[in-house]
């Protein structure tokens, strides 16, 4: 399959086909208010703001109202987001969090989509589209599926929930959930800033399978569920994880080559270029020179544990790749030492990226239902054609 980028038309039986390039890339399927990515990285777009200006500066309510309403809130407003979505994490129903005990041991986002799924059968069965309703289950969907993640990942390793504190911020709460232990101040903004980092991205793969679904009609359960999976992907979100995991690789290959890991870096990206393997958390579909997000979480990393010596590593793993490449690092690569610093269980790193990506994704369920038309392509046909059925006994003696 070829990778052109330009699109063609052609005659089809419903007229003209625009045959768009594999992959869709540069298509624009849709207009929309939430967001927008600058392949320059310099104009990326929350809601009229900079990306790099609200994940710096806003917190998770702050920026989960400005997504779900169009605005940031004043202070009743602030109030009134910070109770539901305080309260709802704290009223997930018991009968969820049983039942994530008797499904087998898997990753977390494994437990994700399905304990969405179930959230569904007691919320989602009587589906409709007025605000109100549309509203509060985007608030309890965002505050409920880090509870489902962390009981999970606790259930899959030690067999015991670590219960939400509704009394604590969302942030706090959340990385106390999954650490088991209370943040520092520090700790729980830079792990809430990636959160916010990571609340909506245009139309990436994971926030168009929501839309697709959305365009069914389904509910909003559902839609996240497909959401999630798309995101598990190692190309989407499943990058975090693979970036760690590749700079702690590094890292002991290098001490045990007894030399510093910021010098030996550049032969391990060589060696694995050289074996035409991806280097994960570089390169981005549209982000083709700077992923903004890098620079807000690069503030975080230098304050916590090793920063400095992290940044001059990763600085240097850019260099190489840029030099080599043209790839820029995008933000799964500063996210996955951002985590590692705070002592996050590396299979959560992906969860983590759901837990602020659920905000964007339950915004473009709405802004596609209240404006919508089933997303439904067409396919160009390239197989055989003309063949007859013949039984198995005549088939299968040829
Ligand atoms: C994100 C990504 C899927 C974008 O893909 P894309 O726009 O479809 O670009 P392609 O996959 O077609 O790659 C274009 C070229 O760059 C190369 N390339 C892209 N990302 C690369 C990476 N991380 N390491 C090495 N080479 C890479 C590809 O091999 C390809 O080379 P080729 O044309 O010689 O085959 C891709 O950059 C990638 O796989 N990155 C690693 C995973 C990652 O970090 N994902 C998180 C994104 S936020």
């Known amino acids: 399959m070829s990778k052109e980028i330009a699109c063609k038309e052609e005659e089809g039986p419903l007229g003209k086909l625009i045959v768009v390039p594999k992959g869709l890339y540069n298509v624009v399927p849709d207009t929309t208010t939430i967001s927008g990515v600058d392949p320059k990285g310099e104009h990326t777009i929350y809601r009229g703001y900079t990306i790099a200006d609200i994940g710096e500066h806003a917190d998770f309510y702050e920026a989960a109202h400005l997504f779900l309403y169009g605005k940031l809130p004043c202070?009743?407003?602030?109030?009134?987001?910070?109770?539901?979505?305080?309260?709802?994490?704290?009223?997930i129903p018991e009968k969820v969090l049983d039942a994530l005990r008797y499904v087998p041991k898997t990753h977390p986002m494994y437990y994700g989509a399905y304990g969405v799924t179930l959230l569904g059968q007691y919320y989602g069965t009587d589906w409709r589209f007025d605000d109100d309703f549309l509203y509060e289950h985007a608030l309890r969907l965002i505050a409920q599926l880090p509870v489902i993640f962390t009981a999970g990942w606790h259930l899959a390793n030690e067999g015991t929930i670590i219960r939400p504190d509704p009394n604590l911020s969302h942030g706090k709460d959340v990385l106390r959930m999954i650490v088991g232990r209370m943040p520092s101040d520090l700790e729980a903004r830079a792990f809430e800033s990636t959160?916010?980092?990571?609340?909506?991205?245009?139309?990436?793969?994971?926030?168009?399978?929501?839309?697709?679904?959305?365009?069914?009609?389904?509910?909003?359960?559902?839609?996240?569920?497909?959401?999630?999976?798309?995101l598990k992907g190692p190309l989407h979100g499943g990058a975090n994880e693979r970036a760690l995991k590749m700079l702690l690789d590094a890292k002991a290959r290098a001490e045990a080559a007894g030399k510093p890991l910021e010098e030996y870096i550049e032969e391990y990206i060589l060696e694995k270029l050289a074996k035409k393997e991806r280097i994960m958390g570089f390169g981005h579909r549209v982000y083709k020179i700077h992923d903004p997000r890098t620079d807000v979480a690069a503030k975080f990393i230098k304050q916590l544990k090793d920063g400095e010596w992290w940044l001059k590593v990763m600085k240097k793993a850019e260099e190489v790749m840029w030099r080599e490449k043209k790839l820029p690092a995008n933000i799964d690569f500063y996210t996955g030492v951002l985590y590692y610093q705070l002592g996050i269980p590396v299979p959560m790193f992906t969860p983590i990226f759901a837990m602020g990506r659920i905000v964007g994704w339950t915004t473009?369920?709405?802004?596609?239902?209240?404006?919508?038309?089933?997303?439904?392509?067409?396919?160009?046909?390239?197989?055989?054609?003309?063949?007859?059925?013949?039984?198995?006994?005549?088939?299968?003696?040829?």
């Open 75 to 91: 202070e009743e407003e602030y109030k009134e987001i910070k109770k539901k979505i305080d309260t709802y994490r704290a009223q």
């Open 195 to 230: 959160l916010v980092l990571y609340m909506d991205h245009g139309f990436n793969a994971s926030t168009f399978t929501v839309r697709v679904i959305a365009s069914t009609l389904s509910d909003m359960y559902s839609a996240i569920a497909g959401g999630i999976g798309a």
């Open 364 to 398: 473009h369920y709405i802004e596609q239902v209240k404006n919508n038309r089933l997303i439904r392509p067409t396919e160009k046909y390239v197989g055989p054609t003309g063949l007859k059925y013949e039984p198995m006994e005549v088939r299968c003696k040829k």
